[in-house]
């Protein structure tokens, strides 16, 4: 009898080891191979150089970050801690177990450990959790800390043992110097304290002990005083920028805060969030485990409850980077859902202690003969559902495995710049910057300055972009890491030679097309010639080419190009572009065009033609100069996509946008009032100072190229915006890109909207539209037809009659 505990500590043991070498696996087999754009490339270099990252400085990731780079030698810096991220995702999936471990009381058997590794996977496989555990971010961290607190809790509320407050109480003061949303926790970690022991507060030796641990754990923070003044990629050298990094001063101010009103598309939002992340049966679960531990382990539901809801309230009501905020909540929902397994396999099939308790009160209790049958089933079947997720995941392709974007973006730009001393500038955003800082600073591949110059620009300040094209103009050759209106605006021309843009005073004379034509539209538009850098695309991808035009003499009209791939036609809009109207005589005009290659067009090969059409006068197809309405400029070769949406997904949608996402449904409600799309025979009523409530259903179609932003927009009579509202999807919690693509093909989510009308609005009737552009381009998505042919850039809802 007394080997028995240690009998059942080892089996713990194995079990626990062997979940987190099957979720590292998992986690490493799906790893991206070297850098991201953006953060998670940040959180590669900074390390590396003992460096100080972005607010709120994240000291404990630094070092730990420092000290796996250093004893884990494997591959280049970015892999390797990119391999930090899974094997502190292999973590929490571990942390989940035993925490559904403790709260169950160490109960011996299938029916009691099968619950708990149910829920470890149910985490493990959840696509928030996963994204964030195959490439670098602080972010994984602060979710392993706060499930090492719960772990510690639970495992000093079933032991007794104050050490274990100890522990607690360090790990808290390492979380404290990582970053403060591991502080939301902390109301709930006091109050389960208090409810399990409430006579602690007499005990001062424990808080003693606690302190301690606490003030140990703070010794982090000492990296700060000890690198701010000669750390590079940190504040200012004084203690007052200091202060106002490793606080979050300024990064504070740019929150958006929700409010009280907004509580229930909020809720909405998560919900929405959350069946990404679970099935409904899980989810179901979940309920169940609340209910049980209400009745069983009313402490244990006081701290998860407590830790959840914390976090969800403030997570939820700002936005700034939600969805790595959020996998907190949803790893303590995990663990409620272990909780309903557990509830639901002794509802099944009651343990010998449950039988002998029910005989005791006199309730019936089923023969044991043959319940590990039930428990079996019942087990086989929840352990289909992480299963049968982890099969969807990989389906829609959420691994980062074969992810080079950035890689091939900064091949591109030693291949382009080193060695050439033109002192180019680059212009750049954060997110192109940091792969570039990774290579230079952690894996000693400099850029030399008489080469290029790289300049980092404030990708939301658009006069800042124009105001560092004026101050390096007069340096060298000036490039933008991708296309910025603003500087277009400005006059200037941007000439693609891609993956860069080359701002150019105009006017441009000097660029020659790959592929000449000389043909004439009208006998005023020359058509030059064009650039065409691949003759073979999958159905589902863009056919992108370049079109060099020019005009002899001044046009008054907005003329544009249209093409045409075998039985489609592309007519793109004006949208974000250089019109006719703004060329001057005898400069060369390039711009970018892509045609939407429809999913289901059968492979073979097409022809590419291009016209040209006259917008304002009503001419859809000019004549060209050589006899015919369009000029044949390629033979395109149509592949079979790699994975395409069933045709019932295009048929049922209001609108295919750009061939990356679906709107579904829409519906939309002021007071009683309640409408689906679209409604344009009865307008939607409404009176200014009274809020809009709006929710568009989104289907993913593929993986996105760029971070969208959705528009919605009320248009007067001549179409005209008066009253919008622009921001990231689902306000702001589900980017669609951010350094890599965050919706996996096939989600479908709901994305709630509240807008208040101006009080100012005049009475009158207006038009509803909304779509989407992308974050940096500000170019709109084009609407396909269910024939792949483009139908404008935008999507009319209905009518708005303001009174």
């Given at each position: 009898?007394?080997?028995?505990?240690?009998?059942?500590?080892?089996?713990?043991?194995?079990?626990?080891?062997?979940?987190?070498?099957?979720?590292?696996?998992?986690?490493?087999?799906?790893?991206?191979?070297?850098?991201?754009?953006?953060?998670?490339?940040?959180?590669?270099?900074?390390?590396?150089?003992?460096?100080?990252?972005?607010?709120?400085?994240?000291?404990?990731?630094?070092?730990?970050?420092?000290?796996?780079?250093?004893?884990?030698?494997?591959?280049?810096?970015?892999?390797?801690?990119?391999?930090?991220?899974?094997?502190?995702?292999?973590?929490?999936?571990?942390?989940?177990?035993?925490?559904?471990?403790?709260?169950?009381?160490?109960?011996?058997?299938?029916?009691?450990?099968?619950?708990?590794?149910?829920?470890?996977?149910?985490?493990?496989?959840?696509?928030?959790?996963?994204?964030?555990?195959?490439?670098?971010?602080?972010?994984?961290?602060?979710?392993?800390?706060?499930?090492?607190?719960?772990?510690?809790?639970?495992?000093?509320?079933?032991?007794?043992?104050?050490?274990?407050?100890?522990?607690?109480?360090?790990?808290?003061?390492?979380?404290?110097?990582?970053?403060?949303?591991?502080?939301?926790?902390?109301?709930?970690?006091?109050?389960?304290?208090?409810?399990?022991?409430?006579?602690?507060?007499?005990?001062?030796?424990?808080?003693?002990?606690?302190?301690?641990?606490?003030?140990?754990?703070?010794?982090?923070?000492?990296?700060?005083?000890?690198?701010?003044?000669?750390?590079?990629?940190?504040?200012?050298?004084?203690?007052?920028?200091?202060?106002?990094?490793?606080?979050?001063?300024?990064?504070?101010?740019?929150?958006?805060?929700?409010?009280?009103?907004?509580?229930?598309?909020?809720?909405?939002?998560?919900?929405?969030?959350?069946?990404?992340?679970?099935?409904?049966?899980?989810?179901?679960?979940?309920?169940?485990?609340?209910?049980?531990?209400?009745?069983?382990?009313?402490?244990?539901?006081?701290?998860?409850?407590?830790?959840?809801?914390?976090?969800?309230?403030?997570?939820?009501?700002?936005?700034?980077?939600?969805?790595?905020?959020?996998?907190?909540?949803?790893?303590?929902?995990?663990?409620?859902?272990?909780?309903?397994?557990?509830?639901?396999?002794?509802?099944?099939?009651?343990?010998?202690?449950?039988?002998?308790?029910?005989?005791?009160?006199?309730?019936?209790?089923?023969?044991?003969?043959?319940?590990?049958?039930?428990?079996?089933?019942?087990?086989?079947?929840?352990?289909?559902?992480?299963?049968?997720?982890?099969?969807?995941?990989?389906?829609?392709?959420?691994?980062?495995?074969?992810?080079?974007?950035?890689?091939?973006?900064?091949?591109?730009?030693?291949?382009?710049?080193?060695?050439?001393r033109e002192q180019a500038v680059l212009l750049s955003d954060w997110e192109h910057l940091t792969p570039l800082w990774t290579h230079i600073y952690a894996q000693s591949e400099p850029l030399n300055e008489e080469d290029v110059k790289l300049v980092y620009v404030n990708p939301t300040d658009a006069a800042t972009w124009v105001a560092n094209v004026w101050q390096h103009i007069e340096?060298?050759?000036?490039?933008?890491?991708?296309?910025?209106?603003?500087?277009?605006?400005?006059?200037?021309?941007?000439?693609?030679?891609?993956?860069?843009?080359?701002?150019?005073?105009?006017?441009?004379?000097?660029?020659?097309?790959?592929?000449?034509?000389?043909?004439?539209?009208?006998?005023?538009?020359?058509i030059r010639g064009v650039d065409l850098p691949e003759t073979t695309v999958r159905a589902g991808d863009p056919l992108r080419l370049t079109i060099y035009q020019s005009v002899d003499e001044p046009l008054s009209e907005i003329w544009m190009p249209y093409g045409q791939l075998g039985p489609i036609e592309a007519r793109w809009t004006t949208d974000s572009r250089v019109l006719t109207?703004?060329?001057?005589?005898?400069?060369?005009?390039?711009?970018?065009?892509?045609?939407?290659?429809?999913?289901?067009?059968?492979?073979?090969?097409?022809?590419?033609?291009?016209?040209?059409?006259?917008?304002?006068?009503?001419?859809?197809?000019?004549?060209?100069?050589?006899?015919?309405?369009?000029?044949?400029?390629?033979?395109?070769?149509?592949?079979?996509?790699?994975?395409?949406?069933?045709?019932?997904?295009?048929?049922?949608?209001?609108?295919?946008?750009?061939?990356?996402?679906?709107?579904?449904?829409?519906?939309?409600?002021?007071?009683?009032?309640?409408?689906?799309?679209?409604?344009?025979?009865?307008?939607?009523?409404?009176?200014?100072?009274?809020?809009?409530?709006?929710?568009?259903?989104?289907?993913?179609?593929?993986?996105?190229?760029?971070?969208?932003?959705?528009?919605?927009?009320?248009?007067?009579?001549?179409?005209?915006?008066?009253?919008?509202?622009?921001?990231?999807?689902?306000?702001?919690?589900?980017?669609?890109?951010?350094?890599?693509?965050?919706?996996?093909?096939g989600q479908s989510f709901a994305d709630p909207y509240r807008l208040v009308m101006p009080e100012t609005l005049s009475p009158g009737t207006y038009q509803l539209e909304v779509g989407m552009y992308g974050m940096t381009s500000l170019r709109r998505l084009p609407v396909v037809d269910l024939s792949g042919n483009l139908a404008g850039d935008r999507v009319i809802l209905g009518s708005?009659?303001?009174?």
């Open positions: 009898m007394s080997s028995a505990p240690n009998r059942t500590a080892r089996t713990e043991a194995l079990i626990a080891v062997g979940l987190f070498l099957a979720a590292l696996a998992l986690f490493a087999s799906t790893l991206a191979p070297a850098t991201l754009f953006g953060d998670p490339s940040e959180y590669q270099f900074v390390p590396a150089i003992l460096g100080i990252a972005h607010p709120p400085g994240y000291a404990f990731y630094t070092l730990l970050a420092k000290a796996w780079q250093v004893l884990v030698p494997l591959g280049t810096i970015a892999y390797r801690t990119n391999l930090l991220a899974a094997a502190v995702g292999a973590w929490c999936v571990t942390a989940v177990y035993l925490i559904v471990r403790d709260i169950q009381g160490r109960e011996a058997g299938l029916r009691t450990v099968a619950p708990a590794v149910f829920a470890a996977l149910s985490l493990a496989v959840a696509p928030d959790l996963w994204q964030h555990a195959i490439h670098s971010n602080a972010h994984i961290v602060s979710v392993g800390l706060t499930l090492i607190h719960l772990w510690l809790l639970t495992r000093w509320w079933r032991s007794g043992d104050d050490r274990w407050l100890g522990a607690f109480a360090f790990t808290l003061g390492l979380a404290a110097t990582h970053h403060p949303i591991t502080a939301m926790g902390v109301p709930a970690y006091g109050l389960f304290i208090l409810a399990v022991r409430p006579a602690i507060l007499r005990r001062w030796r424990v808080w003693l002990m606690m302190l301690g641990g606490g003030l140990l754990g703070l010794l982090p923070w000492l990296y700060y005083p000890l690198r701010f003044r000669s750390a590079p990629f940190g504040p200012a050298a004084d203690w007052d920028s200091l202060w106002a990094h490793v606080t979050a001063r300024g990064l504070r101010v740019n929150l958006f805060h929700f409010g009280l009103a907004d509580q229930a598309d909020r809720a909405v939002a998560f919900w929405s969030l959350l069946r990404l992340q679970y099935a409904l049966p899980v989810i179901a679960l979940m309920a169940v485990g609340a209910y049980a531990l209400a009745r069983r382990r009313a402490r244990a539901l006081l701290l998860l409850a407590g830790v959840m809801l914390g976090h969800l309230a403030f997570t939820m009501n700002t936005v700034q980077d939600v969805m790595a905020y959020l996998m907190i909540p949803f790893a303590a929902l995990a663990v409620l859902a272990g909780a309903g397994a557990w509830a639901l396999i002794e509802r099944i099939a009651p343990s010998d202690r449950q039988r002998a308790i029910r005989r005791v009160l006199g309730r019936s209790s089923r023969p044991s003969d043959g319940a590990t049958w039930p428990v079996l089933l019942t087990c086989a079947v929840l352990f289909l559902f992480p299963i049968r997720r982890a099969a969807l995941n990989l389906k829609r392709g959420i691994s980062l495995r074969d992810f080079t974007a950035a890689e091939a973006y900064v091949d591109a730009v030693y291949e382009r710049f080193a060695g050439r340096v060298g050759p000036i490039y933008l890491s991708d296309y910025r209106p603003s500087v277009r605006n400005e006059g200037f021309r941007l000439v693609p030679e891609p993956p860069f843009y080359r701002v150019v005073a105009p006017p441009v004379t000097k660029i020659v097309p790959s592929q000449l034509l000389d043909i004439w539209a009208d006998d005023r538009v020359h109207t703004q060329w001057q005589p005898g400069e060369i005009i390039p711009e970018v065009y892509e045609i939407p290659v429809p999913f289901h067009l059968p492979p073979g090969t097409y022809p590419l033609r291009l016209g040209y059409a006259d917008l304002i006068n009503g001419r859809p197809a000019l004549p060209l100069s050589n006899g015919q309405k369009t000029v044949e400029v390629a033979t395109i070769e149509v592949l079979p996509p790699d994975r395409a949406p069933a045709r019932r997904v295009l048929e049922g949608a209001l609108a295919n946008l750009d061939n990356q996402v679906a709107l579904t449904d829409v519906r939309a409600r002021a007071g009683w009032q309640v409408r689906g799309t679209p409604w344009h025979e009865q307008p939607l009523s409404i009176q200014p100072g009274q809020p809009l409530h709006l929710t568009l259903d989104w289907r993913v179609l593929r993986s996105p190229r760029e971070s969208f932003t959705i528009f919605i927009h009320l248009l007067d009579g001549a179409g005209r915006p008066v009253f919008g509202h622009d921001y990231t999807p689902v306000g702001g919690a589900f980017p669609s890109y951010l350094w890599f693509p965050k919706w996996l093909p708005v009659l303001v009174e």
